[in-house]
């Protein structure tokens, strides 16, 4: 009997098999956690249209420092897309992104957000301004900037924020270290970090916007503020060099600009990288907004900010231990 | 069966036939699995200041001291534990013995958000000690649990009660019949569960990583250290420290072994 019936499945499977070897293309996504969501109504979507019609995807989301190192130890991929551009330049150094990645329209990049003050009911301390968290008393959450490449977009918009309010870049070294000693937990990625405040740790949790608006659509009591000066986030997007469907996957790529795809990443919480998809929905402008360059470049402040051993954060990390 | 029982009087014929054989696959499984990889990551080892510095020894001193206190509770309430279950009969105790294993079952992380939950700021015990030094010890005491208990609970079943009862009859009192009588016998078991209890907690990351805040020098714990100079692209670093990690845990096993081996003299 169990003989029969494993012929049978054989008999009834392998067609079906050879079939859908035939006519699917399988992508694979390789991606960092928070866009899950996203991509889960994206993928669908995309395979309605008559580029993505034939195409099955795999997904693996991660933290994306994790997802990055994956891959840049074998695992496959198609599409990279993680949380911020040095994980997709650490592919391009092992070959594994062409090195003009990001010679596009959009830079590589494929949705926005910016750095907010997740604060508690009512904003009962009044922080607005990165000035605000050194008032006394002021308990600060961020994720470990070493433990959660993402937290790295926090401590660039506080520098930042200060180079915005007239310090020199010396005195805005000076302002991060004082504004680390109102730090009274540092979890190891932006999720637990949500976590740790609804918990009721701390007065103030940085935060990404788009982090804020998903949790607020979860139900979960998220009150935040946008200060004035922050940074623009920016989440970047390659096709893999190794790919073997790479057509294919640019055609996903494409999609992902257009402004339906764009339309889904806003209702999920992220700022779109084209106009006119943000009908209905709220995301502030901010007239002091910078990005990355304005505090120098990923490659200029991975070096100088975030070198385990001699970076400006490993230091002040180093002398809250004094 | 029947064979091999008989053959139980005579110790040399319990050696397995092929004992070349059985040594040989034993060494490449364990190779396999654990020397080839601990190998590669000393191999990988570079950056000696990465354990050196001042953050990775206050990490590192706050694992030690925080695995070993674990370590000697879960001894205490291990035993416990194990000696309720095995002695007592009340109603539940089917449950309460699955309950034992659970911390293993659940995945640390969401241990450490129910930690989190019950003992944190919003705690409804009114208990806080979230993101202090408490909280590691806390979170560990939770994910180490089974360990003693389950070490215990076989050799206790197996004790004859026919030696406390004669013990009993020569006139000691309870206190030195457990001390002389059932301590002798539990007591490798107990160090076997104390061993375990002790690696797991140098190791441990996803049960402390949420509860304790992660502050350097404060309630920053040698793991989540790792993987911080992992996550900033030091992995030559982080197997540094790794190598380190394991051998002290190595030491501390090594001298339990030790001491185990000591208590055991007479039975050898």
């Known amino acids: ?322 | 069966m029947a064979a091999s029982a008989e053959a139980l009087p005579a110790p040399k014929a319990r050696r397995s036939a092929a004992p070349g054989l059985a040594i040989g696959l034993s060494t490449l499984y364990l190779s396999l699995i654990v020397l080839l990889p601990l190998a590669a990551l000393a191999w990988r080892a570079h950056g000696w200041d990465a354990i050196t510095s001042p953050q990775a020894v206050s990490a590192l001193k706050l694992t030690v001291v925080a695995s070993l206190v674990v370590a000697l509770i879960n001894a205490v309430a291990g035993t416990a534990i194990a000696w309720t279950l095995v002695r007592d009969r009340f109603f539940g105790q089917g449950f309460v013995n699955a309950l034992v294993d659970l911390p293993f079952a659940l995945p640390t992380i969401v241990a450490g958000l129910t930690l989190l939950a019950l003992y944190g700021p919003k705690s409804p015990a009114g208990i806080n000690v979230a993101f202090t030094r408490w909280a590691i010890l806390l979170a560990l005491l939770f994910v180490t649990l089974p360990f003693v208990v389950r070490t215990v609970q076989p050799v206790l079943l197996e004790l004859d009660t026919e030696m406390e009862d004669a013990a009993a009859s020569l006139g000691a009192s309870r206190a030195a019949t457990f001390r002389r009588v059932i301590l002798p016998n539990i007591f490798p078991a107990i160090l076997s569960g104390v061993a375990l209890a002790f690696a797991r907690a140098i190791g441990e990351f996803g049960a402390v990583v949420l509860i304790s805040g992660n502050l350097p020098f404060k309630t920053e714990v040698v793991s989540v250290y790792v993987f911080g100079r992992i996550e900033s692209g030091d992995s030559g670093g982080a197997a540094a420290a790794s190598v380190v990690i394991l051998v002290l845990s190595f030491g501390v096993l090594l001298a339990i072994g030790g001491v185990r081996r000591w208590a055991t003299r007479h039975d050898r």
């Open chain 1, 1 to 322: 009997m169990r003989r029969i019936s494993l012929t049978l499945i054989l008999i009834l499977a392998f067609p079906a098999l050879a079939a859908g070897a035939a006519r699917d293309t399988k992508l694979s996504l390789v991606a960092y956690s928070t866009p899950r969501e996203a991509y889960g109504q994206l993928i669908p979507a995309f395979q309605k249209t008559a580029a993505g019609k034939d195409l099955s995807f795999s997904q693996s989301y991660g933290a994306s420092g994790e997802q990055s190192r994956a891959v840049a130890s074998g695992l496959d991929a198609d599409i990279v897309a993680f949380s911020l551009a040095p994980d997709i330049t650490s592919l391009v150094q092992k070959k594994l992104v062409a090195k003009n990645w990001a010679n596009d329209k959009w830079h590589g990049m494929v949705t926005r957000s910016v750095v907010v003050f997740v604060v508690r009911d009512g904003n009962p301390k009044k922080l607005k301004t990165w000035t605000d968290l050194l008032k006394p008393g002021v308990q600060i959450v961020t994720p470990n900037p070493f433990t959660s490449g993402g937290a790295r977009w926090n401590v660039m918009a506080a520098y930042g924020g200060a180079l915005r309010a007239g310090k020199t870049p010396k005195q805005a070294e000076t302002y991060l270290a004082q504004m680390w000693k109102h730090v009274v937990a540092q979890p190891a990625s932006a999720r637990e970090g949500l976590q740790t405040f609804l918990a009721g740790r701390g007065d103030v949790f940085l935060a990404y916007e788009n982090e804020a608006l998903f949790a607020q659509q979860k139900g979960q009591p998220v009150q935040f503020v946008i200060p004035k000066a922050t940074i623009l986030i920016e989440n970047p997007i390659a096709v893999t060099s190794t790919s073997t469907h790479k057509s294919q996957a640019q055609a996903f790529v494409k999609y992902l600009r257009t402004k339906p795809a764009q339309r889904i990443f806003a209702q999920n919480g992220y700022r779109p990288v084209i106009k006119g998809v943000t009908q209905g929905l709220n995301f502030p402008n901010r007239p002091q907004l910078f990005t990355i360059k304005y505090v120098g470049g990923w490659a200029k402040v991975e070096k100088k900010f975030f070198d385990p051993r001699t970076g400006v954060m490993a230091k002040i990390q180093a002398s809250s231990g004094g």
